[in-house]
Every structure is written in C-alpha cells, then in structure tokens.
Nanobody
Framework: QVQLVESGGGEVQAGDSLRLSCAVSGRTLSIYAMGWFRQAPGKERECVAAITRGGGSSIYSPSMKGRFTISRDNAKNTVYLQIDSLKPEDTAVYYC???????????????WGQGTQVTVSS
C-alpha cells in the first residue's frame, strides 16, 4: 500500500515562501506521476501542479503559474512544492497525490496524503 505524508505547512505572512514536502512510502516513487492539489474552506479541490515520473516535465494550472514550482527527488521518495510570494488566498489544505498518468484532474490520482494546512495572513 502506498502512503503519502505531507509536511511543511504552517502560518505565514503574505509575501513569505514555503516549501511543502510529500514523503512516499510503500512503493518506489518513480512509478508514479505526482500532483499537488489544494482545497480552501467552502471551495472545491483544485490542482496546483503535476510532474511526470522522472521529473522531466511538469504542468501547472493556469492560475498557478509563476509562484508555484513542483519538483521531485526519486532517490529520496519525496515530492516538493515551492510556493513563493504567498497571498492570503493561498490559504488552504495542500494535498499530494500519486497516480499512473500525469494530469490536472483529481480523479486521475489513486493515492492521497492527509494534507498539510497553509495559512497566510495579510
């Protein structure tokens, strides 16, 4: 069974940066495409970014381009999401997900972590 554990969230000020991590265990990370999603209170889950198995290609939701950077280190079984210039509207629970194919739709992913809370104050 694949397990995903996110970390790195917290309470920050607008303009700060955060790097979220997602540690994968149970299976080797390199067989999965990985995605980061977020869900704010009262809103639907939305995709932030996704990355291919080898890390050679990544895609971003149009509204997420510029301040978010997804990366992975398969040797460490870890996926990262760098968020720069944080804004209050970035406040959400951030989830990582593993799946067989690259995509920006949450239904394409089979395994999910429990999420890490990011709260941005102005």
């Amino acid at each position: 069974q694949v397990q995903l554990v996110e970390s790195g969230g917290g309470e920050v000020q607008a303009g700060d940066s955060l790097r979220l991590s997602c540690a994968v265990s149970g299976r080797t990370l390199s067989i999965y495409a990985m995605g980061w999603f977020r869900q704010a209170p009262g809103k639907e889950r939305e995709c932030v970014a996704a990355i291919t198995r080898g890390g050679g290609s990544s895609i971003y939701s149009p509204s997420m381009k510029g301040r978010f950077t997804i990366s992975r280190d398969n040797a460490k079984n870890t996926v990262y999401l760098q968020i720069d210039s944080l804004k209050p509207e970035d406040t959400a629970v951030y989830y990582c997900a593993a799946g067989g194919r690259l995509g920006l739709t949450w239904t394409q992913y089979d395994y999910w972590g429990q999420g890490t809370q990011v709260t941005v104050s102005s």
